[in-house]
């Protein structure tokens, strides 16, 4: 076989593997669907009915689309579990011991992640609809919201897969955890950037998840607080640029310790 027919089949032999531990561990990937349509619904349900949006509108169509962000950017932390599970067990040394292709191992990874966000996805678009969230625009602008959520998600599943390198063992994933989790929040996804304080505003404006979500509420027309900054007047820009920097920078960070393992 060439290189590249031999790379993608080791890398599909590999994704098999992912989706073969969905079939005997099926309560781990319901899980991992279910938790982001429970953060849909408490802060939908529990907290909405308390929150109006600057100008009119459904809070559930400002909230439903920056849970969709929130959700891809979370992502990272089942990438870094999973990585850090094999690493912990010797089944990557195994892996790089067989005559297999280098690069079938991460690229098996981030397409089964890819799947399984690409699946999360679809059933929290459901839920939202379910809930009375609507998006207003075409179905060219639809998609090409979907399309930024799943690139925001491509980037941080390459920086869970080089953390997880990097950590070693699952028990590391609770300190990322304890960072993973004020960053997502330190967003608009559930409240304008301009109702925190100067400082802390300045930073959610400039958040990854923050461009992102601005840029998938105007594809999708849904109300959008906006703000006087130059990151807030052009997040559609920022939720390209920001993810290719992201995988800019632990792409081949991922591939070098990857590489370097053993040695």
Do not use: C
């Amino acid at each position: 076989m060439s290189g590249l027919t031999w790379a993608v089949t080791d890398s599909w032999t590999m994704t098999r593997r992912g989706l073969a531990h969905w079939a005997r561990q099926p309560v781990q990937a319901v899980v991992q669907l279910v938790f982001p349509v429970l953060l849909l619904l408490m802060f939908g349900y529990f907290l909405g009915g308390g929150m109006a949006v600057p100008g009119g509108g459904d809070y559930k169509e400002y909230l439903v689309p920056g849970v969709f962000a929130l959700t891809m950017a979370f992502g990272l932390e089942s990438t870094m579990i999973a990585v850090t599970q094999d690493l912990g067990k010797g089944v990557l040394d195994r892996f790089r011991s067989m005559p297999m292709a280098p690069s079938a191992v991460l690229v098996g990874r981030s397409a089964l992640d890819m799947l399984q966000s690409a699946l999360s996805l679809l059933v929290m678009i459901g839920v939202g609809l379910a809930m009375g969230w609507r998006w207003h625009g075409t179905a060219a602008d639809a998609l090409a919201a979907v399309g930024l959520l799943l690139l925001l998600r491509f980037a941080m599943l390459w920086i869970g897969i080089h953390l997880g390198l990097l950590a070693g063992r699952p028990e590391l994933v609770q300190a990322v955890q304890i960072l993973v989790w004020p960053v997502g929040f330190l967003s608009n996804a559930f409240v304008s950037a301009a109702s925190m304080p100067g400082w802390l505003g300045a930073i959610a404006e400039w958040n990854p998840m923050s461009a992102t979500a601005s840029a998938v509420r105007e594809l999708f027309a849904n109300p959008r607080w906006s703000g006087d900054s130059w990151a807030a007047a052009h997040a559609g820009l920022l939720a390209v640029v920001w993810p290719l920097v992201l995988l800019a920078v632990f792409f081949p960070a991922a591939v070098r310790r990857y590489r370097g393992l053993g040695r």
